[in-house]
């Protein structure tokens, strides 16, 4: 919804009172936008004062609003969100040439206010320079010992898929959510990677932080959330208590759990990542060195970057993949066909992959589809840099826009279809897409790329030849929703399916 939308949709007397702030300023202001008139800048649609191009913005789902100006504009274009000016990337080879041949210029992060607020630009996802080098240079390597991308996460992997089953079968066929065991079980697996155990799906305290992690996504990408960051002298106005508290509550959680570990820590058996960075700590303060990043706040948001990172994005895309399969039958008629010939009874394996090239191209196109991360996190350019014959300074905000490399026209054949043939050559053999870019790329590319896509790949597979998904009764094929639910990442809808034991 558009900024004026989102004051009047509330009875809140406050809220009205902003509007008529922003309408007052509006006539008053001075201030302008001429450092878009400058040199050969990107072009974009002509800002207003203060609210910049918000009116021209579903601040509900910006991606859209965005692919439509970059029809206008082209794929190199500005908009303001407030004051704060963003150059906009719009399709594959814009995406490419920014983030892969040009890693460097366009590699810095820029978080947005709620987010700078909560992680003080620690950890990975929100930090830059020397500590994100470190941080995320520690988190690969110590990640990777601990099994991800190796055997040793497989088989965590193959175990907490018979714990998920159990809780399917235990619904007997009847129509049900699967967001908290889709979730649950996905946390689970980054779990064991951080913390060197995982949790009972009935366990309080777990059930809260990951019900807490999906909220919090939520909240973050909503209309008063992305005002919040535009505005923050009218942070009263647009602030959201339950975010903050769920991140609060979610950090004490934390607290209580490397509370624990480092009480019960041995540096010469490693649970998990949370040892690895208790044993760097304690052998850097024991060295003498006293401006370290392995600090008790890194730690803190470096856990909680890579939870939610764990958890969202790929229980989100595997829940889409049991909604499309419920939606396209026929699609799941053959990915089950397939399965029962090339492994039959025997336990899903990462190597069957290079046998499985239809579910392997129904994977690959859900994440295409999905379309789960539309527009990146925020870049910012670390120099002046000249792209595409625009001048783009130093420390300017950029969106990658993924949705626009995902759906690109010129790239994918039937772009708005859940068309998994995108992935097969006319043999029917898997081909690989350059155009494929849901983890996005260049130097800020999803560290748990490997993890994530073994995930998917073990879980999907093991789900369908145990499971037939279908609509709830009453309800057709063609009245499930592929709507996206509004948020950080795209959610399915709320809706439920059927699990019936195959």
Known sequence: MAVFDVLLSSSSGSLLAALLILLLLYFISSWNFSSQEKGNEPPGPKPLPLIGNLLQVDLDRPYKSL????????????VYFGSQKVVVL???QAVKEALVNNAEAFGEREPPLVFKQTSEEHGILWSNGESWKEMRRFALTNLRDFGMGKRAVEDKIM????????????????????????NQAVSNIICSLVYGNRFDYSDPEFMSVVDRTNRAVQIAGSAVMRLYNNFPWLSKLFSNKEFFRNIEENKEQNRKLIHNLKETLNPQMCRGFVDAFLVQQ???????????HFHTKNLMVTVMNLFVAGTDTTATTLRWGLLLMAKYPKIQ????????????????????????????A???????LANIVPMSLPHRTSQDVTFQGYFIKKGTTVFPLLTSVLYDETEWENPHSFHPAHFLDTEGRFVKRDAFMPFSAGRRICLGESLARMELFVFFCTL?????????????????????????????????LCALPL
């Open 362 to 368: 129904v994977i690959h196109e859900t994440q295409r």
């Open 282 to 292: 304690q052998n850097q303060k024991e060295s003498g060195v006293t401006d370290s």
């Open 90 to 92: 719009a399709g594959y």
């Open 333 to 360: 008629d053959q990915v089950q066909e397939e399965l029962r010939r090339v492994i039959g009874t025997g336990q899903v394996q990462v190597e069957d992959r290079k046998n499985l090239p239809f579910v392997n």
């Open 159 to 182: 175990e907490e898929c018979h714990y998920l089953m159990d809780v399917f079968r235990n619904f007997k066929g009847e129509a049900f959510d699967t967001t908290a065991p889709v």
């Open 67 to 78: 692919l439509e100006l970059s029809k206008k504009y082209g794929t190199v274009f500005t």
């Open 464 to 496: 369908l030849k145990s499971f037939r998904f279908s609509s709830p009764p009453g309800v057709s094929e063609d009245d499930l929703d592929l709507t996206p639910r509004v948020g950080l990442t795209l959610n399915p809808s709320p809706h439920k």
